[in-house]
């Protein structure tokens, strides 16, 4: 799901996905992993189709599938998704397929929830991706947005965080924005979306997060 190639786009997180999802916990902490769980327990009715755009490995794909009526989970990445495929091979309501987060395949109105896991941040034009999401979703949907944040984070955390980032993934991609509770809320305006909350959670690692609607 990632814009681009070489060290600053695509490439950087297709050749680390193995082990992502490890890589992911070792850096953040199992504490907001599980801050993020919880949040999500009651964001959806049961009945929903979903989309998971930029599913990665599949880290919140099975946790959201438990909770609605079907899942997408699309990614870029066909490594990553050969690993969403093994996770998802006992599943009956997860379909896997490879997806440009910037220009999807789908028709308009196609779904009534988007779920945008740690993507935002990451990639060259969020805006161009959340007119995207805006348009695949059907009116009164909404888009529901986790990306991890330095906003509100002490010093020494973070100086921790960028250590054990530097560890498991070498040097940062050239692109990439910071994604904190405003950012998002701009960018949810910016594409017509009503934002019905966005929320900084976590302790020593901070993940933001967002429910918006789209008008009826």
Not at 10 to 30: C, L, M, S, V
Not at 59 to 79: E, K
Not at 187 to 208: N, Y
Request: aromatic fraction near 8%; glycine fraction near 10%.
């Amino acid at each position: 799901m990632k814009k681009g190639s070489g060290r600053g786009g695509f490439q950087y997180w297709e050749d680390r996905a193995y082990r992502f999802t490890e890589n992911q916990r070792f850096i953040t902490g199992e504490d907001t992993e599980n801050c993020i769980d919880n949040w999500l327990s009651d964001k959806f009715k049961g009945n929903e189709h979903v989309l998971d755009l930029g599913c990665g490995t599949g880290r919140y794909t099975g946790a959201i599938a438990s909770m609605v009526g079907s899942i997408v989970a699309a990614d870029r990445s066909f490594l990553m998704l050969e690993q969403v495929r093994k996770a998802a091979e006992n599943s009956e309501n997860i379909t896997v397929q490879m997806e440009d987060c910037y220009r999807t395949s789908f028709s308009d109105e196609s779904f009534d929830c988007v779920f945008l896991g740690n993507l935002l941040h990451i990639v060259a034009e969020p805006e161009k991706v959340m007119l995207e999401v805006s348009r695949i979703i059907r009116p009164g949907g909404s888009v529901i947005t986790v990306d991890y944040t330095d906003q509100g984070m002490r010093l020494a955390a973070k100086l921790k965080m960028i250590v054990r980032y530097l560890k498991a993934w070498g040097l940062p991609p050239g692109t990439g924005h910071r994604m904190g509770t405003k950012e998002m809320t701009v960018l949810a305006k910016s594409a017509g979306f009503h934002v019905h909350e966005s929320i900084l959670m976590g302790q020593d690692t901070k993940v933001a997060c967002m429910l918006a609607r789209k008008s009826s």
